[in-house]
């Protein structure tokens, strides 16, 4: 018995199935020496643009009975201030709030423009702006330990638990050294980067599956509603996810940056 021929379109039509091409996000501006300004770029230059104006604008002039933009921001770093920081480290966590608030607004603000027509992909999608973000808190739960504790109490702190008897050492010391001082920038912005890029695949699976049914005709077509429908509640439920993953590093943020600050771990 001889198998069907496979038949493909030819590359660049409806029914090319996708792959990795379609996470070159090419130059927005060929013009540009480098070819540097694509839609990742063009994404984290939006975000700051975006909040820089919020901020100036709503606290140009600051009211006693708030308008509706201050009003706004307001809640935002109140929500921050007291839900993350005073919350997780204390009255003394208040002076990281600017930052935990900077933080949490910009990764929601830059992992929505998944879902924002025109751009459609995170900028927490490319690996590289989850790993900053990861490295700078890195460096401020770091410096805050060395300040509090000293440069060998902090590594001695965050590298033996408190209690743990002299014979366990030598397994306990690298994992705590590693896993407290090495690996959490990591761990941060892999969770970002995984989740923000999981998204993207998820809604171009639904969207580019639902082109592809329709154009294959008869019950194929039939199906193609389903899968712009299931397109519609991911992208809602995406939504959710970009928010929440915000939350989340900022709340891991405060919570090293927590320890840093503790007596013992």
């Not at 025109?118 to 401020?140: D, K, T, Y």
């Not at 994992?175 to 970002?192: A, G, K, Q, W, Y």
């Amino acid at each position: 018995m001889t198998e069907a021929p496979v038949v493909l379109a030819e590359e660049g039509g409806i029914h090319f199935p996708p792959g990795i091409e379609n996470f070159n996000y090419g130059d927005w501006f060929s013009a540009v020496p480098g070819g540097w300004f694509t839609t990742i770029t063009f994404g984290i230059f939006l975000a700051v643009g975006i909040l820089l104006c919020f901020f100036l604008i709503t606290y140009r002039d600051p009211k006693i009975v708030p308008t509706k933009g201050q009003w706004l921001a307001e809640s935002i770093y109140g929500f921050v201030r007291d839900g993350i920081a005073k919350d997780i480290i204390g009255p003394q966590g208040v002076k990281f709030a600017p930052y935990f608030t900077v933080l949490f607004c910009f990764i929601a603000l830059t992992n929505v423009m998944a879902i924002v027509p025109g751009i459609q992909i995170s900028p927490n999608a490319h690996i590289a702006f989850p790993l900053i973000l990861g490295v700078l808190s890195w460096i401020i739960y770091l410096a805050v330990g060395v300040k509090k504790h000293g440069f060998f109490g902090y590594i001695k702190a965050s590298s033996i638990p408190s209690g743990t008897p002299g014979y366990m050492y030598p397994i306990i010391i690298p994992i705590e050294f590693l896993s407290n001082l090495i690996l959490r920038p990591i761990t941060l912005s892999v969770r970002l980067f995984a989740n923000m890029f999981a998204g993207h695949m998820i809604l171009l699976v639904f969207i580019l599956g639902g082109f592809t049914l329709f154009e294959a005709g008869g019950w194929f077509m039939a199906a193609s509603p389903l899968a712009f429908i299931m397109a519609i509640v991911m992208t809602f439920f995406e939504f959710f996810i970009q928010l929440l993953q915000a939350y989340v590093f900022t709340l891991l943020t405060a919570v090293y940056i927590q320890t840093s600050l503790a007596d013992e771990h």
